[in-house]
């Protein structure tokens, strides 16, 4: 069975700080791992995903995230955050190997800059 | 820019009744995804369709759920009879293809509340 953590419920953080958004998984294969983001009564928006080779993925919006196997973590991370930024971040995984390809995501954690 | 439609937005129903929502995926998407997200929590996959074929209904509540995608374009998603606990959001996603490292895209959702 595969999983993703977010250990933060909420992260805070001052406008044109950078930020960190925490992500573990676990898998029984190879990951694919992606990050989204969702406002308010709306659905859920790509970010950024990774599949394999390098372990630094960027994505929309500034957003960048680094693959670390041996921590099994993916971390979203941006170097100057935006009020706009606002919002709350899912990590979802699922194993490259697998039949059915739903993702599994984490809680989810919110994300509040303060201008 | 393509996006998934889903209606209605929200819908109020009392328990027991039927309701029924539908999806439109992005257009030549093969495969298409159903999700609930409780408040507070990650969406949490129900039936991914490719085609017209189910491809994995292990996580849908058979004995009052329902999918269907009879042309392998739009899909519908039933409860009969809603319980209070289906009070959720329910995402519809699609992706180009299944099995690859394709992201998925969602639409706006429909808000549930069985009262």
């Known amino acids: 069975a595969q999983s993703v953590a977010q250990p933060e419920d909420q992260v805070n953080v001052a406008e044109g700080n950078p930020l960190t958004v925490k992500c573990t998984y676990s898998v029984s294969g190879n990951p694919y791992l992606f990050w989204y983001v969702q406002y308010p009564n709306r659905g859920l928006q790509f970010l950024l995903k990774?599949?394999?080779?390098?372990?630094l993925v960027k994505g929309s919006y500034g957003f960048e995230a680094e693959f670390n196997k041996s921590q099994t973590s993916f971390h979203l991370k941006k170097p100057s955050a935006l009020v706009s930024d606002s919002a709350l971040y899912f990590c979802?995984?699922?194993?490259?190997?697998?039949?059915?390809?739903?993702?599994?995501f984490g809680k989810g954690t919110h994300l509040i800059i303060q201008p | 820019e393509a996006e998934v439609a889903q209606s209605p937005r929200y819908k109020i129903t009392e328990k027991s009744q039927a309701v029924a929502f539908w999806c439109d995926p992005i257009?030549?998407?093969?495969?298409l995804y159903w999700y609930r997200q409780i408040l507070g929590q990650g969406p949490e996959l129900l039936v991914q369709?490719?085609?017209?074929?189910?491809?994995?209904d292990s996580q849908l509540p058979k004995d009052r759920f329902s999918a269907e995608r009879l042309k392998g374009v739009d899909s519908t998603l039933k409860i009969q009879p809603a319980e209070l606990g289906d009070s959720a959001m329910y995402l519809c996603?699609?992706?180009?293809?299944?099995?690859?490292?394709?992201?998925?895209?969602f639409g706006p959702g429909t808000r549930l509340t069985v009262t």
């Open positions: 257009s030549g998407h093969a495969t």
């Open positions: 996603a699609s992706s180009l293809e299944r099995g690859y490292s394709y992201e998925q895209y």
């Open positions: 979802a995984v699922r194993d490259s190997g697998g039949g059915a390809d739903g993702l599994t």
């Open positions: 990774y599949i394999t080779g390098d372990n």
């Open positions: 369709f490719q085609d017209e074929s189910v491809v994995d």
